[in-house]
């Protein structure tokens, strides 16, 4: 039986976005497997600014890519983007919210869990988590 996806909460991952439907898998979710080498594992709500950082480095999100199932962002959306290129962005000064309980465990292995804290976009029923 496999194993249910966990957040970096511990809890079951939580849907990240069908509109526009996200992950690497394109399931809605921020699954992970062998076949993302990227690692598409933060749900994150994405910004202006965060678009624009993105594009500044050579990973533009804006422009669709129907070739990619990918219809481009726009500021609000939930999309799960890559754990390093995130980290990247937090360094710059320019990271998105992050959706917590949609973020994949194997974020951890990229980014601690108090910095996507410090960026949360949701609050657990515990808030206790948080501390």
Do not use: K
């Not at 511990?10 to 992950?23: A, F, N, Y």
């Not at 993105?54 to 422009?63: A, I, K, M, P």
């Not at 974020?107 to 609050?123: E, F, G, M």
């Amino acid at each position: 039986m496999a194993r249910t996806a966990r957040n970096v909460l511990g809890g079951e991952l939580e849907e990240c976005s069908r509109d526009p439907l996200t992950g690497f898998y394109r399931d809605g979710c921020c699954t992970t497997g062998p076949e993302d080498r990227g690692s598409h594992t933060i749900c994150a709500v994405v910004t202006a600014e965060f678009l624009e950082h993105q594009r500044s480095v050579g990973n533009d999100l804006v422009t669709p890519m129907p070739e990619w199932r990918f219809p481009g962002l726009a500021p609000g959306d939930r999309w799960c983007v890559v754990a390093a290129r995130w980290l990247e962005a937090h360094q710059a000064g320019c990271a998105a919210p992050v959706v917590l309980a949609a973020t994949h465990e194997r974020t951890l292995d990229v980014v601690p869990l108090q910095l996507l804290q410090a960026y949360a976009a949701d609050i657990p029923d515990d808030p206790s988590s948080l501390l």
